[in-house]
C-alpha cells in the first residue's frame, strides 16, 4: 500500500468550537480554539499523534478509544465500556490551541496538563462522551526490589538531572525536543524513549517509570521499591507479539529492529534492573464510558 499523505493547510478546514456548558462548572476548562476531525478510511497502520509549536495538536488515524486514553492517562484495560466502533474508526483531527496555553511549568505528576484538558474538552463537545470514574479491586504489579540487599541492575542508575528546572525554562519559553540518544548512550535526562522491545528513561522517577512499564505488563504497575530520587533506566525485552517472528522479519512499528534472543519483560527488569514484578491485587481507577455519538465531520 502506498502511504497516503494528509495535509492541513487551509483554515477552512477548522470550524470554532463553542464553550462547553457543564453541570457544577465553577471555572471555563480549557479548551481548543479551533479543530477538525474527519473521518481516517486510509487503512494504513500507521498512527500519529503529537503536539506541534504554536499549541498546535496533530493526531493522524487515531482510534477514539487511544484519544480517550492520552486525554485521561490511563491504560486501555481501564476503559469500561462503550461501543464497538471507539477502537474500529480512524480519524484525523487537528486543533489549535490559544497562543500562551500552553505555557508554564509542567503539572504535578499524574495530573492533567492543559493539553490533556483541552482534549477532553473536545471529547465532551464533538463525540458527546460522558464519562465517570471508578474504582476496581483488580489484579496489579507491584514494583519492588529483587534482592534483599538492594543492589541494583546494572542498566539502571542514579541520574543527577534536575527535571524541575528544565520544566521551568519550557514554561519560560519554548524548548526544542531532547538529541536522539546515540546507540549505548544513556538517554536525554528528563525524556523517555520508547520502542517495540525497548524502554530508556532519564531523570525519572520510580513512579514514573512504573507507569510506562504498565503500558507493556498488561496490568497497573504501583512503585513500592523505597527507592527516591531520579533514575536513569534501559530496558530491552522481547514483546510477546514478537517471539515467535520468523529470522528475517520486518522491524517494528518504528522501524526499530526487534531481538527476538532477548528476555521476557519480567527476565528483563530482574536481570537489567535488580527490579521485580510481583502479583498482587490492589485498587485501580477505571473510566466508564456512559455515553458517546460519532463526531459531525467539519
Known sequence: MKPVKILFVAAALFAPLSLLARARQTAPQPQFEVASIKVNKSGDGRVMLGVQPGGRFNATNVTLRLLIRNAYQLQDFQIVGGPSWIADDHYDIVAKAEDGALAGPAPPPGQP????????ALLA????????????????????????DGKLGPQLQKSDADCAALAAARGRGPVGPPPMAAPGAPPPPCSIRIGPGSLMAGGQTMAQFATSLGMFAGRIVVDKTGLDGAYNFTLNWTPDQAANRPPGAPPGPDGAPVDPNSPSLFTAVQEQLGLKLDSQRGPVKVLVIDRVEHPTEN
Not at 126 to 143: G, H, M, N, Q, W
Open 125 to 148: 463537545e464533538r463525540f458527546k462522551l460522558v464519562v465517570r470514574e471508578e474504582s476496581r479491586e483488580t489484579p496489579i504489579y507491584a514494583l519492588i526490589l529483587a534482592k534483599n
Open 113 to 120: 496538563g492543559p493539553m490533556q484538558l483541552m482534549l477532553r
